[in-house]
Antibody, heavy 119, light 108 residues
Framework: QVQLVESGGGVVQPGRSLRLSCAAS????????MHWVRQAPGKGLEWVSF????????YYADSVKGRFTISRDNSKNMLYLQMDSLGVEDTAVYYC????????????WGQGALVTVSS | SSELTQDPAVSVALGQTVTITCQGP??????ATWCQQKPGQAPIVVIF???NRPSGIPDRFSGSRSGSTASLTITGAQAEDEADYYC???????????FGGGTKVTVL
């Protein structure tokens, strides 16, 4: 079965960096676009970024463009999110999400990693 | 602000039918996905491609699309269906995913 396991969350000071990782298994990772979606406490879902199946193109929400970098290693079935210049508004649970059938149709969600930006 | 619009909350009596809608221009041309999120849990997909139900999702969940509106119907709602439901699709012009604001379903 599909498994997506995030790691790397934690508490970080404003302006600092953090890197999230997502270990994927149970499907052909290299065939699917992958996303990061976040959810601030008590709020709805916000799409953050996605990378195409081969990592050739990456896309970002305006709220994180220039600060976050998505990447993937298909040889290791791993997805990453490098988050720089973090602000308190980036505090959220970050979900690793795989697509299905096309790049924008959500397939499966990871359990999430909590990132808290606080001084 | 979200480009997909959902009613914030809806209630349904146990065993009755409820329909949640999601409106947005991109839905006219692109597929909708519906995700269910229970408190403290990660979301799961209950409908994808407007009408398709993943394996393991009860058949009381169904989806449809008419014009720029996608709908999720729960026929014979159960207590365990109480959750937040989010629609998603893609932006009409840009390569990004968009989510609706979510609908909180309460089963009375």
């Amino acid at each position: 079965q599909v498994q997506l396991v995030e790691s790397g969350g934690g508490v970080v000071q404003p302006g600092r960096s953090l890197r999230l990782s997502c270990a994927a298994s149970g499907f052909t990772f290299s065939s699917f676009a992958m996303h990061w979606v976040r959810q601030a406490p008590g709020k709805g879902l916000e799409w953050v970024s996605f990378t195409l199946y081969d990592g050739s193109n990456n896309y970002y929400a305006d709220s994180v463009k220039g600060r976050f970098t998505i990447s993937r290693d298909n040889s290791k079935n791993m997805l990453y999110l490098q988050m720089d210049s973090l602000g308190v508004e980036d505090t959220a649970v970050y979900y690793c999400v795989c697509s299905q059938s096309n790049w924008y149709t959500i397939g499966y969600w990871g359990q999430g990693a909590l990132v808290t930006v606080s001084s | 602000s979200s480009e997909l619009t959902q009613d914030p909350a809806v209630s349904v009596a146990l065993g009755q039918t409820v329909t949640i809608t999601c409106q947005g221009p991109s839905l006219r041309n692109y597929f909708a996905t519906w995700c269910q999120q229970k408190p403290g849990q990660a979301p799961i997909v209950v409908i994808f491609g407007n009408t398709n139900r993943p394996s393991g999702i009860p058949d009381r969940f169904s989806g449809s699309r008419s014009g720029s509106t996608a709908s999720l119907t729960i026929t014979g709602a159960q207590a365990e269906d109480e959750a937040d439901y989010y629609c998603s699709s893609r932006d009409s012009s840009f390569s990004r995913v968009v989510f609706g604001g979510g609908t909180k379903v309460t089963v009375l």
